[in-house]
Each structure stands twice: as structure tokens, then as C-alpha cells.
């Protein structure tokens, strides 16, 4: 099934379980106006098809000591295949980098990057993030606020 062939059921459906992925079937067949059958089926397509990848709770990280956020923009040596298949696999090692996006930029690669305080961003810096596969360079950017976190 491509994006062009979901409904606006489809759609309401996802919409529905982004902002709550915690609603019974019934509940979500209220929301869209299905019953709870037909609405269960059409969440296992949306499953099964690769639309609805998983469910998670959001946690509250400022509570887990995880509140201090800092965005690094990469650059590597060698931007070819091998080369960035390597930073890649190495970087989803590192637990404190939250996300990862290779970006079309004057760098390579964004990460977002939570740890409990500047100190240990310092540590991860130092000896994770500069120390992946073919790093050149690295700029940090740190969050002072989060103003939206969808």
C-alpha cells in the first residue's frame, strides 16, 4: 500500500493513535466512525504495512537525568559509502545519541544527544561522538529550552 492509497479514515486512524497510542480499539473506531471490527482491521494493515512502526510512552527525560540536550552537526572525512555506512552502525552504538540525521548541508550528519548535564556531554563528546568512524569536525549547539517535542 503506498501513501496514496490510505483513506481519510486511514489518516484520521493515524492521527488519532500519534496523539494517543494508548486508545482502546473502541475508542478509536468512536473517533474515526468505525466500529471497533473494522477499525481493528484497518490498524493491522496500517501495522502490517509498515505505517504504525511501533508504540511508545513518552517520558518525561528532565525526571530520568537526561534533561540536557545538545545538537552536533558532524562533518567526516570521507563521505562515501563505506565510510558512512561505518559512522552510521558506530553511532546507533551510542546510547546518548537520541537521534541521527544525515543532512544536506556544509555537514554530514545532525545528531540530538541527551545526557544528565554538560559535564557528561563533555565525556560523550570527547569520547564517543569524536571518536566515531571517520569524524572531522564537530559544532555543538545546546538546547536552553523545549519549547515543542511531538
Known amino acids: 500500500m ?16 500519534a496523539r494517543d497510542g494508548r486508545l482502546s480499539m473502541a475508542e478509536l473506531g468512536q473517533k474515526v466512525g468505525l466500529s471497533k471490527t473494522p477499525v481493528q482491521a484497518r490498524v493491522r494493515r496500517l501495522e502490517r504495512d509498515g505505517y504504525i512502526r511501533g508504540y511508545a510512552a513518552i517520558i518525561d527525560r528532565e525526571r530520568m537525568g ?8 558532524v562533518k567526516l572525512l570521507d563521505t562515501r559509502s563505506a ?35 554538560i559535564a557528561a556531554y563533555r565525556r560523550v563528546l570527547g569520547e564517543r561522538i569524536s571518536a566515531l568512524p571517520h569524524v572531522a569536525q564537530t559544532s555543538t549547539y545546546v538546547a536552553m529550552e523545549t519549547v515543542k517535542d511531538r
Do not use: W
Not at 537526561?66 to 552537526?73: R, T
Not at 546507533?92 to 548535564?117: G, N, W
Open 83 to 117: 565510510a558512512l555506512e561505518a559512522f552510521n552502525k558506530a553511532a546507533l552504538a551510542v546510547p546518548e545519541i537520541e537521534q541521527c540525521h544525515m543532512i544536506a548541508s556544509s555537514f554530514d550528519y545532525l545528531l540530538k544527544v541527551r545526557t544528565k548535564d
Open 66 to 73: 537526561e534533561g540536557h540536550v545538545a545538537f552536533v552537526q
Open 2 to 17: 503506498t501513501e496514496d492509497q490510505l483513506d481519510r479514515i486511514d489518516r484520521n486512524i493515524l492521527a488519532a493513535l
